[in-house]
T-cell receptor, first 115, second 111 residues
Framework: NAGVTQTPKFQVLKTGQSMTLQCAQD?????MYWYRQDPGMGLRLIYY???????DKGEVPNGYNVSRLNKREFSLRLESAAPSQTSVYFC??????????????FGSGTRLTVV | QKEVEQNSGPLSVPEGAIASLNCTYS??????FFWYRQYSGKSPELIMF????GDKEDGRFTAQLNKASQYVSLLIRDSQPSDSATYLC???????????FGSGTRLSIRP
């Protein structure tokens, strides 16, 4: 009963380094999302995948890329990390965005620091 | 104007009292409304959703929706210290495929 699994849980990067955040869900959900959370800013959507094979930009996509590898997995890549990308990153999934009652299940988060 | 607005708090409520959390949204076509609870250092957890005008009750929690006023609220009855957390209001807008979150209200229940 894992739900949404994110790896790694913590990461420190140097400016300019790259890394990929991994996310996998075992609930057979169609839609997956990447958010970042900064103090006082709430959750801001980076990218989302409404269904397997599709991805779309959210509110703050600059500096990030995503891959929906299959129905279970949705990864987020930072090509050249910047201090402004220091944040807590949450992956989430939902059953079907067309249902009015759908809500998200969140992973436990990745705490990323860029120095 | 932010799409989903909440008072950041902190809101301090005595144990056993009713905590009232409020949220306004800008998209008149919004379809569904959610309340998430987030403990410090943890991920958000869905506690209520509502999509029809009126009240929806679940245990000690009541969600209230007024689409004409573009207003949604969460009432927590018989507040407990374990209710101390940040509460995020979230709205599924007319674009349908994603949810927009407010910045959250920090609630503190004092014994």
């Amino acid at each position: 009963n894992a739900g949404v699994t994110q790896t790694p849980k913590f990461q420190v990067l140097k400016t300019g380094q790259s890394m990929t955040l991994q996310c996998a869900q075992d609930m057979n959900h169609n839609s997956m999302y990447w958010y970042r959370q900064d103090p006082g800013m709430g959750l801001r959507l980076i990218y989302y995948s409404a269904s397997e094979g599709t991805t779309d930009k959210g509110e703050v996509p600059n500096g990030y890329n995503v891959s929906r590898l299959n129905k279970r997995e949705f990864s987020l890549r930072l090509e050249s990390a910047a201090p402004s990308q220091t944040s807590v990153y949450f992956c989430a999934s939902s059953e079907d965005f067309r249902s009015p009652s759908y809500g998200y299940t969140f992973g436990s988060g990745t705490r990323l620091t860029v120095v | 104007q932010k799409e989903v607005e909440q008072n950041s708090g902190p809101l301090s409520v005595p144990e056993g009292a009713i905590a009232s959390l409020n949220c306004t949204y800008s998209d008149r076509g919004s379809q569904s409304f959610f309340w998430y609870r987030q403990y410090s250092g943890k991920s958000p957890e869905l506690i209520m959703f509502i999509y029809s005008n009126g009240d929806k009750e679940d245990g000690r929690f009541t969600a209230q929706l007024n689409k004409a006023s573009q207003y949604v609220s969460l009432l927590i009855r018989d507040s407990q210290p374990s209710d101390s957390a940040t509460y995020l209001c979230a709205v599924k807008g007319s674009s349908a495929s994603k949810i927009i979150f407010g910045s959250g209200t920090r609630l503190s229940i004092r014994p």
